[in-house]
């Protein structure tokens, strides 16, 4: 089967870059400045994929009196901190090179104000031509992918998604948007990739190219 291919949609933690020791580093300092202990493996795993709000909630629900605590710590500690514990992907930069100005370009996170620096940081913002964080939509609320098929009015098979997690693979069922699974063979997906030029090929070999039909500006949400 041939997929007619529009539109690109990319998680960004565990898909663009590696931010796991990121993540650890940032959530183990706002428990430690609330006076709460490090996170548990459990809990890394969770804050790995969940937006702020719902990290915040989980991380401190047998906590709920430093939970405001916590809150106004993370509205003061920039993310930008723990840039430097991120590592971009490898074949990123290279795949993003090609696909620009094939296909319409997205990002779908669960990040909300640290989206915009971190992409500007790497150099990697002038690719999409939409960025969606969980600002407007987490990744449980299937707006989260409709609101960017109905930017580029382009239907669901129209689409393909790469994700790392269930949160990825459920929406995408929702939405019935084709899924690539990034390095989790666990996932039901059409195809698992371990590096980006696994996924030109799989786009090369599986889909129809068909240009853009429309120009769209920059969006980020």
Not at 63 to 86: D, W
Not at 150 to 165: C, L, M, Q, T, W
Request: aromatic fraction near 14%.
């Amino acid at each position: 089967m041939k997929y007619s291919t529009k539109l690109l949609i990319f998680d960004c933690d565990g898909v663009l870059f590696d931010s796991r020791l990121a993540n650890e580093k940032f959530y183990n300092h706002i428990l430690n400045l609330s006076s709460r202990e490090p996170l548990t493996p459990d809990e890394l795993e969770f804050v790995h994929i969940h937006s702020l709000p719902e990290c915040l909630e989980y991380l401190f629900r047998d906590h709920p009196h430093l939970k405001g605590k916590a809150i106004q710590i993370a509205k003061e500690t920039p993310y930008s901190l723990f840039f430097n514990h991120m590592i971009m992907e490898e074949g990123l930069e290279e795949f993003l090179e090609w696909a620009h100005g094939k296909y319409y370009i997205a990002l779908c996170t669960n990040r909300t104000t640290s989206t915009i620096p971190l992409l500007d940081h790497f150099n990697l913002k002038p690719y999409f031509n939409y960025i969606g964080t969980a600002l407007e939509f987490p990744k449980n609320d299937l707006r989260a992918l409709l609101s960017i098929l109905n930017h580029f009015r382009v239907k669901p098979y129209e689409a393909i998604y790469v994700g790392d997690s269930k949160i990825d693979e459920r929406l995408c069922k929702g939405c019935e948007v084709p899924f690539i699974s990034y390095k989790n063979p666990k996932l039901e997906a059409l195809k698992v990739i371990y590096h980006y030029r696994e996924l030109k090929s799989f786009i090369l070999e599986n889909t129809t190219y068909s240009s853009p039909p429309r120009q769209f500006s920059q969006k980020c949400v």
